[in-house]
């Protein structure tokens, strides 16, 4: 679709209010739009562009309090409530390191920015939010009742983009960006031999671009020493069980631009229909199960002993959310957490179905 055929602002904005309790990612995809464009189209009537600074955002965000963190993909939605604090800035890599708030973040993906106001009735919402070049969100601000709005509105003058126009030059991924690597393509030795060398779980990534394969087919080819197959329920069972043992988990959810982490013990889980949800304190996690194709038991070695993840992947290949033992760096599995792991329901054989 070419910009000439996509809804105007003025016909975007009417959809809206024509269906207010549509969630704007549902009424992007009715629309045919991205969901930048949704909130470009209120520029000037509730929505402010804002640069995709990144370093300059999270410098200035701790000043803002407490806020809600909201990173998600198109099967999970991760918040936190916490401080921005314990900020590492730079230019391909940017960090979170704070109790609540715990971010790693690729700058250059994000390309667009919106400070955004919403009334409902007498109550007004604040949030900042932010997009990849193709409109697809990367993370989310959401102020809250103990945030300091006025350092909030002084962050958002000081990015405040010249550019205030409703419409958002739309620019699709590239045809590579989300593309799997070819399947196959290093031998199982090869894999098998690297993976035993490993010695941080870190260096996972590097060695699967050397390889040139994807996270999914790796763990597909290498055999059960190192992964296997679980059933799909198998998150399920590990949400609930966690929460009985009180067992601190590291659950991460990203996209290209951010990957979210909590850490620490799961309290209430609540299971409406296809979605697990989270409903703790300061941490809310919504899991879309009918989106999950395959569940892995994944085993990595390090110099402390290997180490255990789930993760959940989509018909498309990629991984949805991603769980680990809470431990810290230098430290050794939990063995609750190992057990927990190594006992949820498998599928025979080498491969998911």
């Given at each position: 679709m070419?910009q000439r055929?996509?809804?105007s602002?003025?016909?975007i904005?009417?959809?809206?209010?024509?269906?207010?309790?549509?969630?704007?990612h549902?009424?992007?995809?009715?629309?045919?739009?991205?969901?930048?464009?949704?909130?470009?189209?209120?520029?000037?009537?509730?929505?402010?562009r804002?640069?995709?600074r990144v370093?300059d955002?999270?410098?200035?965000?701790e000043?803002?309090?407490?806020?809600?963190?909201?990173t998600?993909?198109?099967?999970?939605?991760?918040?936190?409530?916490?401080?921005?604090?314990?900020?590492v800035?730079?230019?391909?890599?940017?960090?979170?390191?704070?109790?609540?708030?715990?971010?790693?973040?690729f700058?250059?993906?994000?390309?667009?920015?919106?400070a955004?106001?919403?009334?409902?009735?007498?109550?007004?919402?604040?949030?900042?939010?932010?997009?990849?070049?193709?409109?697809?969100?990367?993370?989310?601000?959401?102020?809250?009742?103990?945030?300091n709005?006025?350092?909030y509105?002084k962050?958002?003058?000081?990015?405040?983009?010249?550019?205030?126009?409703?419409?958002?030059v739309?620019?699709?991924s590239?045809?590579?960006?989300?593309?799997?690597?070819?399947?196959?393509?290093?031998?199982?030795?090869?894999?098998?031999?690297?993976?035993s060398?490993?010695?941080?779980?870190?260096?996972?990534?590097d060695?699967?671009?050397r390889?040139k394969?994807?996270?999914r087919?790796?763990?597909r080819?290498?055999?059960e020493?190192?992964?296997?197959?679980?059933e799909?329920?198998?998150?399920?069972?590990?949400?609930?069980?966690?929460?009985?043992d009180e067992?601190p988990?590291?659950?991460?959810v990203?996209?290209?631009?951010?990957?979210q982490?909590h850490?620490?013990?799961?309290?209430?889980?609540?299971?409406?229909?296809?979605?697990?949800n989270?409903?703790?304190?300061?941490?809310?996690l919504?899991?879309g199960?009918?989106?999950?194709?395959?569940?892995?038991?994944?085993?990595?070695?390090?110099?402390?002993?290997?180490?255990?993840?789930?993760?959940?992947?989509?018909?498309?290949g990629k991984m949805?959310i991603q769980?680990?033992?809470?431990?810290?760096e230098?430290?050794?599995?939990?063995?609750?957490w190992?057990?927990l792991?190594?006992?949820?329901?498998?599928?025979?054989?080498?491969?998911?179905?």
């Amino acid at each position: 679709m070419d910009q000439r055929e996509r809804p105007s602002p003025q016909e975007i904005r009417r959809a809206q209010q024509d269906n207010p309790k549509i969630r704007e990612h549902d009424l992007a995809a009715r629309l045919g739009i991205s969901e930048a464009e949704l909130v470009a189209a209120h520029c000037g009537l509730g929505a402010i562009r804002v640069e995709p600074r990144v370093n300059d955002l999270l410098t200035g965000l701790e000043a803002v309090g407490e806020v809600v963190a909201h990173t998600r993909n198109e099967s999970a939605v991760h918040e936190k409530i916490g401080v921005y604090d314990k900020v590492v800035t730079g230019n391909r890599h940017a960090l979170v390191l704070g109790d609540d708030i715990d971010l790693r973040i690729f700058p250059k993906v994000w390309a667009h920015g919106f400070a955004v106001e919403k009334r409902d009735g007498k109550d007004i919402s604040h949030s900042l939010q932010f997009f990849d070049a193709a409109g697809k969100a990367m993370h989310k601000v959401q102020l809250g009742p103990a945030s300091n709005l006025d350092a909030y509105q002084k962050l958002v003058a000081e990015l405040e983009s010249s550019n205030q126009e409703p419409i958002l030059v739309f620019k699709a991924s590239g045809a590579n960006d989300d593309a799997e690597v070819p399947e196959q393509a290093a031998t199982v030795e090869d894999l098998r031999e690297c993976w035993s060398q490993l010695t941080d779980v870190h260096q996972f990534f590097d060695m699967l671009k050397r390889l040139k394969l994807s996270r999914r087919e790796a763990v597909r080819m290498v055999g059960e020493v190192y992964a296997w197959a679980l059933e799909k329920d198998a998150i399920g069972a590990m949400f609930q069980q966690a929460a009985e043992d009180e067992m601190p988990i590291m659950c991460f959810v990203g996209n290209r631009g951010c990957i979210q982490i909590h850490s620490g013990p799961i309290k209430w889980v609540k299971t409406i229909g296809p979605w697990i949800n989270v409903l703790d304190e300061t941490f809310h996690l919504h899991l879309g199960t009918h989106h999950i194709r395959e569940v892995w038991a994944v085993r990595k070695p390090t110099k402390e002993g290997h180490v255990t993840s789930l993760e959940a992947y989509g018909a498309d290949g990629k991984m949805i959310i991603q769980f680990f033992g809470k431990r810290r760096e230098g430290e050794g599995e939990r063995e609750d957490w190992r057990f927990l792991a190594e006992t949820l329901p498998r599928i025979p054989g080498p491969t998911a179905a």
